[in-house]
Structure formats: structure tokens, C-alpha cells
């Protein structure tokens, strides 16, 4: 995989040797990137154009995107970031959705994306054609909505792009049969079929960010926020004990740093506050016991880390806009 990163870098991910065994913090941690990946809807569209072309898409927020190039190639090019080339078989994935342009050539400016496909709400598919008389591609392409509030620091610091190339999509038996299905133009419409295309989608995103945990895994100095001992053990505690009754003092204590420089630290490698990354996994736990289980919502509270019911109930409504039981109901009559 590659991971498209600073200007001008291009750094390419190969699997693991297997020496060493990583540590079971990181696998904690890393584990941790797919927590927010239950997709809440998905726009997909099938590209079929011929140069010269070239599309130019918006920053998306709570949302990845998705392009895999089923014939041809094109180049991505994004803000201050050194063109990518993909050919058939290559995947490339926008974590956060970074703005990109998609093109034939990569210095060729081209149509706006609202332009060309005006609608994309969550749950609808389109197709984009443009006729021109260089070489033909074809791409999957989608947008998979996710619930921004349950991403995490360490999600949000992932590379602007990931790729695969051709040849370590095949070594994904199961993404690259799902990629193929869902780029398909004439795949079975039926009963469910929206669903089916969701969890389709979310598996697809899920296996294609298997290899780059792989290796992180096993080269920490990846991401740079597994560089820091301290920082890195703090997440594993809130990841995985987020109901005990931490503070910032005792977090810090725990990992053996002050209080300023833990909190100066934290702020810099996971862009927030360690409080707040704390509430954030409690609001997330909370929310899943919420809408998955049947679990009564008195007792909710202390397996999300909080001893009083009201100051559950106020630190919830300040971080979902609705009371628990509005949640529970509002997601309830969604479905």
C-alpha cells in the first residue's frame, strides 16, 4: 500500500516480514481505526470516460471515498500533493475525503464534481459519461458516509490518500471479488439490495485498510503518533478501559509523563484534548449500547465510565444535540 502524504513524498507500504512479533498495544490501538467504519449510507457511481477529462471533488466530510479503476488508469492530484498514477486493478482510498481532481492527464483542470453529478444523496447510485476521443477508463467510485463523531484522533490522522495497486488487491482475495462485484454493471437488483451494497461497501473499506494496520504494526514510525510511548499507551487505556474514573492527572501518572507535558503532547500527535478523546469513546460505547442491545438505558451510565445518571445524560446531550432515549428512538424509527 501506499500512503500519500507530504508534498512531493510517495511512501510505499510492503507487508510485514514476520520478525518480531508487534507489541499488543499497538495491535489495541490500531484495532481502534475501525471503530468508526459502520458506514451510515453510500453514494456510488460508474465512470465511464475517454480523454480528455478531468473532475475535481470536494472535501467531504464524515465521509471516505473510494476509487477503484476497473479498465484504463487516470492520475490523482490533490492540494500540495505530488501526483499519483493508478492503473486497472488499483485502488485508491481517501480516508477523511480529502479534495482530489481525477483526470487523464495530471496538470489538466477539468468540470466540477457538483457539476457533473448535481445529487448524491446516501443510498442512490449515478453514472458519469464523458465521450472524447483519447483512451477509455472505467471507475468504481463512492462516497461512504460514516459518523464523523465516532472517528477518532488517530483515524483523522491517517495519510490523505491509501493505495493499493493492482497486484496487492489480488493478494485480498475478498476485496478484490467485492470490488469487482459492486463495479459490475449488471449485478442482481432485489429485495435488500441498498443494505446488501452498504455492508458491501463497508467490507471493502474495512480490507482495504487491513494491510496498512498490518503495517503499522510492524513499523510504529508510520504514524507518528505510535512513535510516543506515553501518548500511544494513553490511547490503548481510553480505547480499552474507558470506564474507569480517569482524570488528566491520572492519566498523565499513568504513563509517567506531568500533567503539562501529557496534555501538550496528546493535543499535538491526536489533534485533541485528552479529555475530550475520552468522552468521545464513552459518547461512541454509549451510542452502540444504545441502538445494538436491548440494554436498559439506567444502565447505560456506569458501563460508559459514569457514575451519575444525570451527568450521563447531560455529557450525552451535549455531545449528540438529544437525550439518550431520543437517540435510542430516533435511530430506532430510522431503521
Same mark, same amino acid.
Given at each position: 500500500?501506499?500512503?500519500?502524504?507530504?508534498?512531493?513524498?510517495?511512501?510505499?507500504?510492503?507487508?510485514?516480514?514476520?520478525?518480531?512479533?508487534?507489541?499488543?498495544?499497538?495491535?489495541?490501538?490500531?484495532?481502534?481505526?475501525?471503530?468508526?467504519?459502520?458506514?451510515?449510507?453510500?453514494?456510488?457511481?460508474?465512470?465511464?470516460?475517454?480523454?480528455?477529462?478531468?473532475?475535481?471533488?470536494?472535501?467531504?466530510?464524515?465521509?471516505?471515498?473510494?476509487?477503484? !479503476? *476497473?479498465?484504463?488508469?487516470?492520475?490523482?492530484?490533490?492540494?500540495?500533493?505530488?501526483?499519483?498514477?493508478?492503473?486497472?486493478?488499483?485502488?485508491?482510498?481517501?480516508?477523511?475525503?480529502?479534495?482530489?481532481?481525477?483526470?487523464?492527464?495530471?496538470?489538466?483542470?477539468?468540470?466540477?464534481?457538483?457539476? !457533473?453529478?448535481?445529487?448524491?444523496?446516501?443510498?442512490?447510485?449515478?453514472?458519469?459519461?464523458?465521450?472524447?476521443?483519447?483512451?477509455?477508463?472505467?471507475?468504481?467510485?463512492?462516497?461512504?458516509?460514516?459518523?464523523?463523531?465516532?472517528?477518532?484522533?488517530?483515524?483523522?490522522?491517517?495519510?490523505?490518500?491509501?493505495?493499493?495497486?493492482?497486484?496487492?488487491?489480488?493478494?485480498?482475495?475478498? $476485496?478484490?471479488?467485492?470490488?469487482?462485484?459492486?463495479?459490475?454493471?449488471?449485478?442482481?437488483?432485489?429485495?435488500?439490495?441498498?443494505?446488501?451494497?452498504?455492508?458491501?461497501?463497508?467490507?471493502? $473499506?474495512?480490507?482495504?485498510?487491513?494491510?496498512?494496520?498490518?503495517?503499522?504494526?510492524?513499523?510504529?514510525?508510520?504514524?507518528?503518533?505510535?512513535?510516543?510511548?506515553?501518548?500511544?499507551?494513553?490511547?490503548?487505556?481510553?480505547?480499552?478501559?474507558?470506564?474507569?474514573?480517569?482524570?488528566?492527572?491520572?492519566?498523565?501518572?499513568?504513563?509517567?509523563?506531568?500533567?503539562?507535558?501529557?496534555?501538550?503532547?496528546?493535543?499535538?500527535?491526536?489533534?485533541?484534548?485528552?479529555?475530550?478523546?475520552?468522552?468521545?469513546?464513552?459518547?461512541?460505547?454509549?451510542?452502540?449500547? $444504545?441502538?445494538?442491545?436491548?440494554?436498559?438505558?439506567?444502565? *447505560?451510565?456506569?458501563? *460508559?465510565?459514569?457514575?451519575?445518571?444525570?451527568?450521563?445524560?447531560?455529557?450525552?446531550?451535549?455531545?449528540?444535540?438529544?437525550?439518550?432515549?431520543?437517540?435510542?428512538?430516533? !435511530?430506532?424509527?430510522?431503521?
Amino acid at each position: 500500500m501506499d500512503t500519500v502524504g507530504t508534498p512531493g513524498t510517495d511512501r510505499r507500504i510492503t507487508a510485514p516480514t514476520g520478525r518480531g512479533r508487534p507489541e499488543a498495544e499497538h495491535d489495541d490501538l490500531l484495532s481502534e481505526l475501525l471503530k468508526p467504519l459502520r458506514l451510515t449510507g453510500v453514494f456510488d457511481s460508474r465512470w465511464h470516460v475517454s480523454a480528455p477529462w478531468a473532475i475535481e471533488g470536494d472535501a467531504e466530510e464524515g465521509c471516505a471515498v473510494l476509487h477503484y !479503476v *476497473v479498465e484504463g488508469g487516470c492520475w490523482i492530484t490533490g492540494a500540495d500533493q505530488a501526483p499519483v498514477e493508478l492503473r486497472a486493478g488499483d485502488l485508491i482510498v481517501f480516508p477523511t475525503g480529502a479534495a482530489h481532481r481525477l483526470s487523464d492527464r495530471p496538470e489538466r483542470q477539468g468540470l466540477s464534481l457538483k457539476a !457533473v453529478l448535481p445529487e448524491r444523496d446516501p443510498g442512490t447510485s449515478g453514472e458519469i459519461r464523458i465521450d472524447g476521443t483519447g483512451d477509455e477508463s472505467r471507475l468504481l467510485c463512492a462516497g461512504l458516509h460514516y459518523d464523523a463523531g465516532a472517528a477518532g484522533g488517530l483515524y483523522r490522522s491517517l495519510p490523505w490518500a491509501l493505495v493499493l495497486d493492482g497486484a496487492q488487491v489480488d493478494r485480498e482475495p475478498l $476485496l478484490r471479488d467485492t470490488l469487482r462485484l459492486l463495479a459490475s454493471t449488471d449485478r442482481p437488483i432485489g429485495p435488500g439490495d441498498r443494505l446488501i451494497t452498504l455492508r458491501a461497501f463497508e467490507m471493502a $473499506l474495512v480490507l482495504a485498510l487491513r494491510p496498512l494496520l498490518r503495517e503499522l504494526a510492524d513499523n510504529p514510525a508510520s504514524l507518528p503518533v505510535l512513535r510516543h510511548p506515553g501518548i500511544s499507551r494513553a490511547l490503548v487505556m481510553i480505547a480499552t478501559r474507558f470506564t474507569e474514573p480517569w482524570t488528566i492527572d491520572s492519566l498523565a501518572r499513568e504513563v509517567g509523563m506531568s500533567r503539562s507535558a501529557f496534555t501538550a503532547a496528546f493535543r499535538e500527535l491526536v489533534g485533541e484534548s485528552p479529555a475530550r478523546h475520552l468522552t468521545a469513546r464513552r459518547m461512541q460505547e454509549a451510542a452502540r449500547l $444504545l441502538t445494538e442491545t436491548h440494554l436498559p438505558q439506567s444502565s *447505560v451510565p456506569p458501563r *460508559v465510565g459514569y457514575q451519575s445518571a444525570v451527568g450521563f445524560h447531560l455529557a450525552f446531550r451535549k455531545w449528540f444535540g438529544m437525550t439518550p432515549g431520543e437517540y435510542r428512538t430516533g !435511530v430506532a424509527s430510522a431503521a
